[in-house]
T-cell receptor, first 115, second 115 residues
C-alpha cells in the first residue's frame, strides 16, 4: 500500500537560514510525489511535484525538493527562509489504486520561521 | 483558490441533522474530491468523482454521500451529522493526464461544527 510519512510535527528555523521539511514514502511502482502548503484559514496550495526526470525539482516561492530513490525520501528545501514561509506543509504520494490523480497525504509539518 | 468555491464557509449544526456542503468549480476539471482535515491526520479522502454521475468512496466514506449532476458542482451530504464529523472539509479538482499524474487544486474549505 502507498504511504507517506512526515517525521517532524514542527520545524523551527531562523529567518535567512536554510530550511528542510522531511518526507519519506512507500510505494509500489512509480513514486509520483507532491508538496503542498497551507496558510492559516486557507486551502492547500500546490508547490511542486516529482513525476520523473531530474531528482531536484524546483517549485513556487523559491522552494525545491530533492527526490532520493535509495532513501525513499522527498525532502522540501529552501536556501533562505522567510517569516512569511511559516505555514503547514504537506507531502503527498499518488494513490496506486485506480488512478484519477488520487493522493495520499502525510500528517503535515508546521514550519515556524523566527525573525 | 483556482476557481473553486465552497459553501457555506462555516456551519454549526446539531447532532442528527442533515448537512449538505457544496463545491463549485469554474475550471471545467473532470475530477473532483472531498477531503476532511483533522489534526494529526492530514487530509483524508471521503469521496471522489471522475465524471458527471460517476463517484466512488475514499478512505473515510462512512456517514457521507455525494452527488455530481453537473461538471461544475460536487455535493457532500452528511445524512445525520455526528460530533465525530466536526472537521474542516476541503474540495479539490484535477484534470486527467495521459502520462504521469496531475496535481490537485483546492478550495478554501468549510469549517463544520456538530454540537
Amino acid at each position: 500500500a502507498q504511504s507517506v510519512a512526515q517525521p517532524e510535527d514542527q520545524v523551527n528555523v531562523a529567518e535567512g537560514n536554510p530550511l528542510t521539511v522531511k518526507c519519506t514514502y512507500s510505494v509500489s511502482g512509480n513514486p509520483y510525489l507532491f508538496w503542498y502548503v497551507q496558510y492559516p484559514n486557507r486551502g492547500l496550495q500546490f508547490l511542486l511535484k516529482y513525476i520523473t526526470g531530474d531528482n531536484l525539482v524546483k517549485g513556487s516561492y523559491g522552494f525545491e525538493a530533492e527526490f532520493n530513490k535509495s532513501q525513499t525520501s522527498f525532502h522540501l528545501k529552501k536556501p533562505s527562509a522567510l517569516v512569511s514561509d511559516s505555514a503547514l506543509y504537506f507531502c503527498a504520494v499518488r494513490d496506486g489504486s485506480g488512478g484519477y490523480n488520487k493522493l495520499i497525504f502525510g500528517a503535515g509539518t508546521r514550519l515556524a520561521v523566527h525573525p | 483558490d483556482a476557481g473553486i468555491t465552497q459553501s457555506p464557509r462555516h456551519k454549526v449544526t446539531e447532532t442528527g441533522t442533515p448537512v449538505t456542503l457544496r463545491c463549485h468549480q469554474t475550471e471545467n476539471h473532470r475530477y473532483m474530491y472531498w477531503y476532511r482535515q483533522d489534526p494529526g491526520h492530514g487530509l483524508r479522502l471521503i469521496h471522489y468523482s471522475y465524471g458527471v454521475k460517476d463517484t466512488d468512496k475514499g478512505e473515510v466514506s462512512d456517514g457521507y454521500s455525494v452527488s455530481r449532476s453537473k461538471t461544475e458542482d460536487f455535493l457532500l451530504t452528511l445524512e445525520s451529522a455526528t460530533s465525530s464529523q466536526t472537521s474542516v472539509y476541503f474540495c479539490a479538482i484535477s484534470q486527467p493526464t495521459g502520462v504521469g499524474y496531475n496535481e490537485q487544486f483546492f478550495g478554501p474549505g468549510t469549517r463544520l461544527t456538530v454540537l
